[in-house]
């Protein structure tokens, strides 16, 4: 009883703390995919991400565009199954963009899910990078106002009878989970890779959706550390969250990359493949 007494009273810390945290929208953009931009100026961060291979890709599905509530126009890759389907999943890109392989993850996405339509969300209105300098000028231009009015296009694109789920690799891990905030209820689950996540419970209350969250212990960004502290965040909140570490380097599931570790990689895509078909 007296061990229960100490961990309500810590979660409710945990919470009245977070919650203090961001209390303005102001704090909550510092806290969130702006402070993926700190790392743009990191060279360390930057050469941890080599230039990707080019790859042959001709795609099954196709550029479409819909109206932002912001008045301006989103786009994204989509891949539509051929019967009426009211499941989802959005991709969000990593710091390069949308670009082949983005593309090309989504086809394989789609096939492995079979009765999924797939949206690969482009974040950079239209930018892709084959160098760092600029995936780091494209990264550190996203506002968070935009990149969720994007993400909020695509939700009514959707429909409000869709089930979603959602996935991104480093920048666009951090918005996978923003993706499943912004579809509260119609969020059914949220795989995060090695991307930076929220800060405070603020931002996460409107979660619905389990989260699936792979990580490289020997990331030096999104480390332990980070990751501890959400899981903390996770619990005091009452959401669900199952991590996996892999020893591996940021940017391991991504094969056009000199980092790729195929084994690392098989089994993270097969968690987040079982995970999103048991929700969708």
Known sequence: MFRKFIYLSFCISMLLTACNEGSDRQ????????NMAQFAKDTKFKEAHEIPAKINFEGKGKMISFP?????QGSAYFVKTEESSQ??????????????FIKRE?????DALGDA???????YDGNVADNRDDAGKFMSAVKQERA???????LKYAGQDAKIGSIGW??????SLRTSILAGKQ???????????VKNAKELMPLQADILGLFAKKDDWINEKVVGAFEALTKATGKKMEVHWFDAAHAFANPTSPRYNENAARKANKLALDFLKARL
Not at 68 to 72: E, L, V, W
Not at 170 to 175: D, H, L, Q, V
Not at 187 to 197: A, E, H, I, K, W
């Open 27 to 34: 704090s909550n953009t510092e806290d969130s995919s702006e």
């Open 68 to 72: 932002t509530p912001d008045g301006r």
């Open 87 to 100: 499941k989802y999943l959005f991709i969000s890109h990593e710091w390069w963009g949308l670009n082949d």
């Open 106 to 110: 989504s086809d394989r996405l789609f």
């Open 117 to 123: 339509n797939v949206l690969a969300l482009d974040l």
């Open 148 to 154: 969720e009015a994007i993400i909020e296009g695509a």
């Open 170 to 175: 480093c920048f666009g891990g951090g918005w």
């Open 187 to 197: 969020g059914v689950g949220c795989v995060m890779f090695y991307g930076l996540p």
